[in-house]
């Protein structure tokens, strides 16, 4: 084990069991690029109000870069019986630089760094995260825009209710989606507002900090204006935990209808033999384990944020050991749903869809009913009687094994005058479903203006998302963003 930086106090060294037990560096080393970005900002602003000398500032920086370099290329390894990240790298500094290194601590606290590199590395992260969930929106509206005029039956209660088509369908993902993106992007900017920086170990420092220069190198709005605060509250982490809760419950609902739509019951989309697997007893078997998968990884994505939330719930101020908890609850719900995105996109991306079954089952559900009497109403009928009439003549058909439009129009005139050739048209599914033109309905002009809403959408998404790398870009020492 590396010596620990907070050694001098010890007359004994830590047992073994407890060195393991504390360390964080198998997982917080997710953070390295985070904690170097973080120590630039710090030094360059040391170096400037004074605090340390300037040649030291230039030793810290340059030996930071060469950190970086040697870690990308391999040529250092990160440590795995160090204590921390931020151990790791402020000891290699120094073995590096010798006493510049011992000054870059000054005026700060672990408890002030991690604060800082958590939210740096969510914000990166969920970057990606965004973009892979914006691949998704795109592969849903192409299918939309494929099937805009597959007509299959909307459910209420699993019953088929009312006709819709496959694309009004997937579109509705594509508005979850959308929120799932934003909710993101809300609490990454809530996240980017205060920057923890200087707040120290928890009652901030006595050197002269500019922690509004360091806020700003970092791609903050500002420094927080409470250090208590800065060091010890994990809202964030709660608040982007519960956004991939909420977008994976999105995901398991999709899922969910693949899983439904593949079946032979439904059978309106076959999968693709490479998004599927089999059975190694029988051999008809092809099964959406994927969507199943996901379906099962969301109660795992859930028990992180519940983790967060009991973990926050009992801890007075400020800064307790049970918030280094934090980081692996974040990355294992980061990484689940990121593994499921990059299965799903592509899943539904290679899909076929089957309109002709979608047809079939629509017309087997009397979902043109509504439009039969609402027919009758338009020709006179008040519509409470259109309705009695209307499901008598259901009821009659099912006897008969019938469907509404396989009806004579002697038959239809039968149960009323009013009906003439023109009731074909009017309860034909398509016509049904063109006939619900109203804003966000199934007829295909709604469906198209939403998915060209949706496409604007993402590509404004997309653009905000680069002039925020631009501006950080511009903001001062930041080799990530390089
Ligand atoms: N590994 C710690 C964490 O993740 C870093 C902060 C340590 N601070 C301390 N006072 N022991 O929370």
Redesign the pocket.
């Given at each position: 084990m590396a010596e620990q930086l907070w050694k001098g106090r010890f007359s004994k060294a830590v047992d073994a069991r407890v060195n393991d037990f504390n360390s964080?560096i198998r997982f917080?080393q997710r953070m390295v690029r985070q904690d170097i970005n973080g120590s630039m900002a710090h030094a360059t602003m040391l170096g400037e109000q004074g605090i340390i000398p300037e040649e030291d500032r230039e030793a810290i920086l340059t030996g930071l870069q060469e950190i970086l370099a040697d870690l990308d290329s391999g040529a250092l390894t990160i440590d795995p019986t160090a204590e921390?990240i931020?151990t790791f790298i402020e000891q290699t500094l120094t073995a590096r630089i010798g006493d510049a290194g011992k000054r870059l601590h000054t005026g700060r606290?672990?408890?002030d760094?991690?604060a800082l590199d958590i939210r740096l590395t969510l914000r990166d992260e969920t970057a990606g995260l965004t973009e892979q969930i914006l691949a998704l929106i795109e592969a849903l509206c192409a299918q939309a825009e494929k099937n805009k005029e597959s007509v299959m039956p909307g459910y209420t209660h699993l019953q088929r209710a009312q006709p819709v088509t496959m694309g009004h369908q997937l579109m509705a993902y594509v508005w979850m989606l959308l929120r799932d993106c934003g909710r993101l992007q809300d609490a990454v900017a809530r996240m980017m507002r205060d920057c923890p920086l200087g707040s120290g170990?928890l009652a901030g420092t006595t050197y002269p900090l500019d922690r509004e220069l360091t806020a700003q190198l970092l791609g903050f709005d500002g420094p927080c204006p409470n250090s208590l605060d800065g060091v010890s509250d994990r809202d964030f982490c709660i608040e982007i935990a519960a956004a991939l809760s909420i977008c994976m419950m999105h995901l398991s609902r999709l899922s969910e209808e693949i899983i439904l739509w593949s079946s032979w019951e439904f059978k309106f989309i076959e999968l693709d033999d490479a998004f599927t697997t089999g059975s190694s007893i029988m051999p008809q078997k092809k099964n959406p384990d994927v969507t199943e998968l996901i379906r099962g990884k969301t109660g795992r994505v859930y028990g992180d944020l519940n983790t967060l939330l009991v973990m926050m719930k009992g801890l007075s101020l400020a800064?307790d050991?049970d918030?280094?908890e934090?980081?692996e609850a974040m990355w294992d719900a980061i990484d689940t749903l990121s593994l499921c995105l990059r299965t799903l996109t592509p899943m539904l991306a290679t899909m076929t869809t089957l309109p002709d079954n979608m047809r079939a089952a629509a017309a087997r559900g009397f979902i043109n009913a509504t439009d039969c009497a609402d027919y009758l109403t338009k020709k006179g009928m008040p519509f409470r009687d259109a309705y009695k009439l209307t499901g008598a003549m259901v009821s009659d058909c099912l006897g008969a094994g019938k469907t509404l439009e396989q009806l004579s129009l002697e038959e239809f005139r039968a149960y009323s005058p009013l009906f003439a050739p023109d009731i074909y048209q009017a309860i034909d599914l398509l016509t049904c479903c063109e006939g619900r033109a109203s804003y966000g309905g199934p007829s295909r002009a709604s469906v198209q203006a939403q998915i060209d809403a949706a496409r604007a959408r993402v590509a404004a998404l997309r653009a905000e998302a680069d002039g925020d790398e631009a501006d950080d870009a511009g903001d001062g020492p930041d080799p990530q963003q390089d």
């Open positions: 964080s917080d921390d931020h606290s672990r408890n760094q991690v170990a800064y050991k918030m280094q934090d980081k």
